[in-house]
């Protein structure tokens, strides 16, 4: 895996010194950060440590104090707001949803459509939308419903679709199993591997789920005291001693989703031809 | 970004007509190429993908949707390439009609009627708002220590202070029109003297407490609207009826004693106010001393004109605030319609409180207070 990753090296994402305040509040202080093209990235800390603010960030909706931030080779904050060339190549989930609230979720979908492509026609424009409706895995009926008669999973799954609507290089995931039956959490966790696995997506997942963590992530940054204080594969950072992170990953919770995802892979390397060929895309 | 997308038809015997991709099949370059595809009319028995390059979900979607509709095969895919077909096939839920719209006719005629319907059941349904806000009110008499001072003062403040601004302008610049008018069509009668009594009168009665309700309909019965009904789509009302805390005690009651007091001193203001005004012109144009104005309006305008605004004022302000609040209350759904419920509260609000003066000017007269 280490060896796969020094060869994919090239950056998706790179912060480098940031630093976010509100008023006197410092959330993050000279923090630093690399994504890689075509990894999975889980991005933990406890409530309030700034993740959610950090991802706004990197999207260009919180202005920072100081720091640099490119996506994709280019820097977002000293682009214009109406250089939009970049935001056609990620998608974004919110912690919320985040759902036009007076349209229905189909046509929540085809508005990023509408926005970029004009050229596409309405109707293929739809049937686009559709099938990103039940890839997220939505019912079909679900399409014309307004996001108040939706539930709060339903909600996610209908924001992922959004999210998906322009096939981006680089999906931002704020909590997508939070509020998920565990089936549903499962099932979403598949759909995002699947997804970063065969168009090759870069993905930052904010996460308080260790089975996503253990199950999907290629590696983990841990947010704390302002910073990223580690960044690695699990055994990696299990490697360290930072007291949160060992609470973290060796509490009852912790432990359970370990085993369960050991079981996991022995019951796989007995069947060869199921396993799944994790890693990187080139 | 990329080649741009491109297919060419070609017959063949051995296998019959074989259509042959080429270039990125991409969301960005599908746009051009999606109306020529409709339009191949030859049943094709192979779909050949070997010249493509790139190909994301849109483009595996048109290519899924091709071998749909001519049921043939795909050829020389890509092992990416084909995980996205299957991927978008597995989600291909067919042809979803979108829910069709009633004609014209059925659509007027229902509306029409649905509106009827909904113009008793919201008269019914505002009666009993009303009835739980005495209910609260009683509730509150009896338990004085629930009654919610911070929030109340606070609206006091909203509604009534910082209103005095805009209210005390207003008041001005109608008493000086009055005036200014009164003025020059009495004037052909020689009759300028009693534009006195046409300012005091008309300021008192009518124009004092009507234009003051109206600012404050357009001031707090929107704000009441659109707080209460943002509210409620944040689900703030749900959560505070599970601990216990009433909705109509905690927002309405506070906005509904705001409004009633503050337009009791609002309206006087604005009489005062809207006299001075009348003065100032009359002193400018017609050289009427002030303290004769302050003399002739004790002689002329009869202490119930100021009676009958005082009296309508507090009136006023609960029906605003009632119209605000009831409004506010029945959002449901989705952003728009906390702008819908608010012009709501405001179009019903202006529009009871001048129906309601209308009974009053009648109701006076018959009293004896004409
Ligand atoms: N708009 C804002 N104004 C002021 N402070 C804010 C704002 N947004 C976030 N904060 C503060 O920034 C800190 C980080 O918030 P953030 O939402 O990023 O937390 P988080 O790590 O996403 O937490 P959670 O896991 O609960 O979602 C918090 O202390 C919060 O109070
Ligand atoms: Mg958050």
Redesign the interface.
């Known amino acids: 895996m280490s060896a796969a990753r020094q060869k994919e090296c090239d950056v998706a994402i790179r912060i480098t010194g940031l630093t976010n305040s509100f008023g006197e509040d410092v959330v993050h202080e000279d923090l630093s950060l690399d994504v890689f093209h075509g990894e999975i990235l889980g991005v933990v800390g406890g409530s309030g440590t700034g993740k959610s603010v950090l991802m706004r960030s990197i999207i260009g909706l919180q202005v920072p104090d100081t720091g640099r931030i490119e996506v994709l080779g280019e820097s977002i904050l000293d682009g214009e707001e109406e250089d939009v060339s970049i935001r056609s190549r990620w998608g974004v989930l919110f912690q919320g949803g985040a759902l036009f609230?007076?349209l229905t979720v189909a046509e929540n979908v085809m508005v990023p459509?509408a926005e970029f492509?004009p050229?596409?026609?309405s109707k293929?424009r739809?049937?686009?939308a559709?099938?990103?409706i039940?890839?997220s895995g939505l019912p079909?009926?679900a399409?014309?419903k307004?996001?108040?008669e939706l539930s709060g999973g339903m909600k996610k799954r209908a924001g992922l679709a959004r999210a998906?609507a322009?096939?981006p290089d680089v999906l931002f995931l704020d909590e997508p199993t939070a509020g998920l039956d565990p089936i549903g959490a499962a099932r979403f966790d598949e759909l995002t591997l699947?997804l970063q696995?065969?168009?090759?997506l870069t993905v930052f997942l904010i996460t308080h789920d260790l089975d996503t963590l253990h199950e999907i992530c290629d590696r983990v940054a841990v947010l704390a005291d302002r910073k990223v204080i580690a960044i690695g594969t699990i055994p990696e950072l299990l490697a360290t001693d930072h007291p949160w992170i060992q609470e973290y990953f060796n509490g009852p919770r912790g432990r359970a989703a370990a085993v369960s995802h050991a079981d996991e892979e022995r019951r796989q390397n007995r069947f060869p031809a199921q396993s799944k060929s994790r890693g990187f895309?080139s | 970004m990329g080649a741009p997308a491109d297919f060419s038809v070609e017959e063949r015997s051995d296998t019959g007509a074989v259509l042959r991709f080429a270039g990125d099949l991409?969301?960005?370059t599908?746009?051009?190429i999606?109306?020529r595809l409709k339009s191949v009319d030859q049943t094709l028995a192979l779909i050949d993908m070997s010249d493509v390059g790139h190909i994301?979900?849109?483009g595996a979607?048109i290519v899924h949707?091709l071998a749909r509709d001519h049921g043939c095969d795909i050829v020389n895919l890509s092992e990416?390439g084909s995980?996205?077909v299957d991927?978008?096939g597995?989600?291909?839920?067919?042809e979803?009609e979108?829910?069709h719209r009633p004609n014209v006719v059925t659509r007027v005629v229902g509306g029409t009627g649905e509106g009827v319907i909904l113009a008793f059941t919201s008269m019914l349904a505002m009666l009993s708002f009303f009835g739980s806000i005495v209910r609260a009110m009683l509730a509150q008499a009896a338990n004085p220590r629930r009654i919610r001072w911070a929030a109340t003062v606070r609206h006091f403040e909203l509604v009534g202070a910082s209103a005095l601004g805009i209210v005390g302008l207003m008041s001005f610049l109608i008493g000086i029109v009055i005036a200014q008018q009164g003025a020059v069509q009495l004037r052909q009668f020689g009759a300028e003297v009693f534009t006195v009594n046409l300012v005091g009168r008309l300021t008192l009665r009518e124009l004092g407490v009507l234009m003051t309700a109206i600012m404050v309909a357009g001031r707090s019965g929107s704000a009441f609207a659109a707080q209460i009904g943002t509210m409620k789509?944040t689900e703030e009302v749900d959560a505070m009826r599970t601990i216990g805390v009433s909705p109509v005690e905690a927002l309405v009651l506070p906005r509904v004693a705001a409004a009633v007091l503050m337009m009791i001193l609002l309206a006087f203001y604005a009489m005062i106010v809207a006299m001075a005004g009348g003065a100032f012109l009359l002193w400018a144009t017609l050289d009427l001393p002030i303290a004769t104005f302050i003399v002739r309006i004790q002689e002329v305008v009869p202490i119930h004109d100021f009676y009958v605004g005082m009296i309508k004022a507090p009136v006023f302000g609960l029906i605003i605030a009632l119209s605000g609040c009831y409004q506010g209350m029945q959002v449901?759904?989705?952003?728009?319609e906390v702008g819908a419920r608010t012009t709501a509260a405001v179009v019903q609000g202006i529009f009871m409180v001048i129906v309601l003066d209308a009974f009053f000017a009648v109701f006076f007269t018959e009293i004896g207070w004409g």
């Not at chain 2, 597995?90 to 067919?94: H, V």
């Not at chain 2, 449901?332 to 728009?336: F, L, P, S, T």
């Open positions: 609230s007076t459509l492509y050229e596409i026609n293929l739809r049937e686009i559709l099938y990103k039940a890839l079909a009926d399409a014309d307004y996001p108040s998906l322009l096939d699947e696995r065969t168009l090759g895309k | 991409n969301i960005a599908i746009g051009p999606d109306t994301d979900t849109v979607w949707r990416s995980r996205l991927a978008v597995k989600s291909d839920a067919g979803l979108r829910p789509l449901r759904g989705n952003a728009e």
